[in-house]
Structure formats: structure tokens, C-alpha cells
Nanobody
Framework: EVQLVESGGGLVQAGGSLRLSCAAS????????IGWFRQVPGKEREGVSL????????YYADSVKGRFTISRDNAKNTVYLQMNSLKSEDTAVYYC?????????WGKGTLVTVSS
């Protein structure tokens, strides 16, 4: 069974940092790209960042470029999202995502709250 479990969210002041983790199981982790998304109540879920399966290529939404860094540790089946210089508009529930065998899987999310 494919499982994705996010952790690391919390309350932080504007300008602060958090590191989110996404622990994966149930599939061959290093053969799939992993993405981070976020959602604010009443708004659509938006893509934040993506890391490729093998060569480590990364992609970022314009709103987080230069502040967020995605990385993966294939030995630990974990993807990280280092978030620096946080802004109030980064407040959201953050989800990790993987497309495995043409099906999208999501974790339950971790809440990030940035106070101004």
C-alpha cells in the first residue's frame, strides 16, 4: 500500500524557517518524482515544488523560488522541503504527492502557519 506521511509543520514567525518531511512507503521510492503542494481553505491546491526521480532536477513555483529548497534522501525514502524567509502568504496545509502506476497518491498534510 502506497503511503505518504508529512511532518514538520507548525507555527513560525514571518522570516523564520521550517523543514517539512514526506516519508514514503509501499513503492519503489527512487523511481518516482515527488511533489509538494499546498492548499488554503477556500482555494485550489497549488503546486509548490517537484523533485525528479533520478537526476535530482527540481522545479519551484515562482512564489517560492529562492526561499524553498526541495531535496530527497532515497536511502530514507524521504523528501524534504526546506522553507526559509517564510511569509504570511505561505500559510497553508502542505501535502506531498506521488504518481505511482498512473494513480495520484496524497498524504494527509501538515499545517504551516506563519504569523506576521
Amino acid at each position: 500500500e502506497v503511503q505518504l506521511v508529512e511532518s514538520g509543520g507548525g507555527l513560525v514567525q514571518a522570516g523564520g524557517s521550517l523543514r517539512l518531511s514526506c516519508a514514503a512507503s509501499g513503492f519503489t521510492f527512487d523511481t518516482y518524482a515527488i511533489g509538494w503542494f499546498r492548499q488554503v481553505p477556500g482555494k485550489e491546491r497549488e503546486g509548490v515544488s517537484l523533485i525528479s526521480k533520478s537526476d535530482g532536477r527540481t522545479y519551484y513555483a515562482d512564489s517560492v523560488k529562492g526561499r524553498f529548497t526541495i531535496s530527497r534522501d532515497n536511502a530514507k525514502n524521504t523528501v524534504y522541503l526546506q522553507m526559509n524567509s517564510l511569509k504570511s502568504e505561505d500559510t497553508a496545509v502542505y501535502y506531498c504527492n506521488a504518481e505511482v502506476s498512473k494513480r495520484y497518491y496524497w498524504g494527509k498534510g501538515t499545517l504551516v502557519t506563519v504569523s506576521s
